[in-house]
């Protein structure tokens, strides 16, 4: 019980974090408002409309009422992100205060008449400034918690490669990864999602770990996802968060439903003449400190029987898999993990400049290639310029310019 409701401990400690944070910055940087009394009422208000929230959310989230998860999830995320917004703004905000401020100890000194009212605009437009600043930054906020609400992407992602056979030409294969479902997402988007797949007739579904956080709906999200029934089959691997809600319950439902589960294994399939292998990797586990040898172990392990010539296809939940996947002939990577950092621009990663990590998007390395899922869904419903994903990547020839 503990365990499930962790997201929403978390959320109430985090609430309250943001709050002693916000009630700091307005006591210190911006004593003018932090005076204001009804300001004072807000920053005290806001936290206690999340409690109430994360109660919603946790009481949803323990009789399976998606209707109450998502009043309850959004109410806390919504307070969440003002408090954050409210601390990113402040700063600013208790800078451009500070010039008024001492801009007005001098319009006190001067006597030049002309002089007064150049400070007086000046001072209007530092006010006025400074009042922008958080307005600005709640508003963003508010569209990046609208965003990670919006309709999962469902497009056609060509992807070519110089040595795929004839018979592979125009493939397609249905990338879902990060689903999360049961805190933000639920059976009915699941639904929804392969749905709208169904219609570009995907060759092969493909779910690339962190399916379900409620365990007792992942038996019904397995039996959805093979509802497509696809001509080569639906196959799973695991990600971190399958052995974070219970490994051993999550392997129950995979032995008992009707995905195959590929962990530390692969599979031949025959396509129209061609072969097409399959491999799934294991997942570490850890959140910091990955250990990389673990993928490349895991992946050998999944590749041995593995046809000469076959091209392969690996599933790998941690897109640090591509790294060992460059040393061993993998042509095509499916990962997920990241969530794309849940904030982009310009179909990439938004962290992308601040670290060489992988984030979002297709990736190459030697002779292998990778696209890296945003994913469905979040624990975190933020997102900015990042949207929800369920890519069909269709294999086709390198054409050389």
Same mark, same amino acid.
């Given at each position: ?20 944070v ?5 006591k210190y ?5 932090w ?17 109430i ?19 309850? #999830? ?12 409210? *601390?990113?703004a402040?700063?600013?905000? =208790? ?14 000194? +001067?006597a !030049?008449?002309?002089s ?11 006010? &006025?400034?400074? !009042? ?8 963003t ?5 609208? #965003? ?5 992407n469902? %497009?056609?992602?060509?992807? +070519? ?16 990864? $990060?689903s ?8 009915? @988007? %699941? ?7 169904a219609e ?9 770990? $962190? ?19 696809? /001509? ?33 294994s &692969?599979?031949?399939? $025959? ?11 294991? @997942?570490?586990?850890? *959140? ?20 000469? =010539? ?10 640090? &898999?591509? $790294? ?6 993998? @042509? ?19 962290? +992308?400049?601040?670290? @060489? /990590? ?5 990736? /190459? ?11 469905? &869904?979040?624990?975190?419903?933020f997102?900015?310029?990042?949207p929800?994903?369920?890519? *069909? ?8 310019s």
């Amino acid at each position: 019980m503990i365990h499930n409701l962790g997201p929403f401990i978390f959320g109430i400690l985090i609430l309250l974090i943001l709050t002693i944070v916000n009630i700091l910055m307005l006591k210190y940087l911006n004593k003018a408002w932090w005076q204001k009394k009804f300001i004072r009422i807000t920053v005290v208000l806001l936290p206690v409309i999340g409690l109430i929230g994360s109660i919603v959310w946790g009481m949803g989230y323990q009789a399976k009422s998606i209707w109450m998860s998502k009043i309850g #999830s959004i109410l806390v995320i919504l307070i969440a992100i003002s408090l954050l917004a409210l *601390i990113m703004a402040l700063p600013f905000s =208790g800078l451009l205060n500070l010039i008024s401020a001492r801009m007005e100890k001098r319009k006190q000194r +001067s006597a !030049a008449e002309k002089s007064d009212e150049i400070s007086l605009q000046r001072r209007s437009f530092l006010k &006025g400034a400074a !009042a922008a600043i958080p307005l600005i930054s709640l508003s963003t906020g508010g569209g990046g918690i609208a #965003s990670s609400f919006q309709k999962t992407n469902i %497009y056609t992602l060509p992807m +070519s490669f110089e040595n795929l056979p004839p018979q592979l030409e125009g493939f397609r294969i249905l990338h879902v990864s $990060d689903s999360h479902l049961g805190i933000y997402k639920f059976l009915s @988007d %699941y639904e929804e999602i392969f749905e709208e797949a169904a219609e570009y007739k995907p060759d092969l579904v493909l779910l690339t770990g $962190d399916i379900s956080d409620n365990l007792t709906i992942l038996p019904d999200a397995l039996k959805i996802a093979d509802g497509l029934k696809p /001509r080569f089959g639906s196959y799973a691997s695991l990600g971190n968060h399958e052995y974070y809600r219970g490994i051993s319950q999550v392997l129950n439902s995979f032995e008992s439903g009707p995905i195959e589960l590929l962990r530390s294994s &692969g599979k031949t399939i $025959d396509i129209n003449g061609a072969t097409l292998y399959l491999a799934g990797c294991d @997942d570490p586990v850890k *959140i910091h400190g990955l250990n990389h040898d673990f993928l490349g172990d895991s992946m050998e392990k999944g590749l041995v029987g593995r046809p000469s =010539g076959a091209f392969t296809v690996l599933m790998s939940h941690r897109p640090e &898999g591509l $790294d060992p996947a460059a040393e061993k002939d993998i @042509d095509l990577v499916l990962s997920g993990h990241t969530h794309g950092g849940q904030a982009g621009i310009n179909g990439h990663s938004l962290w +992308s400049a601040f670290t @060489d /990590r992988y984030l979002w998007g297709q990736y /190459r390395k030697n002779n292998s290639q990778m696209y890296l899922s945003s994913g469905i &869904g979040h624990w975190f419903p933020f997102r900015l310029g990042c949207p929800p994903e369920a890519p *069909i990547i269709e294999l086709t020839t390198k054409i050389d310019s």
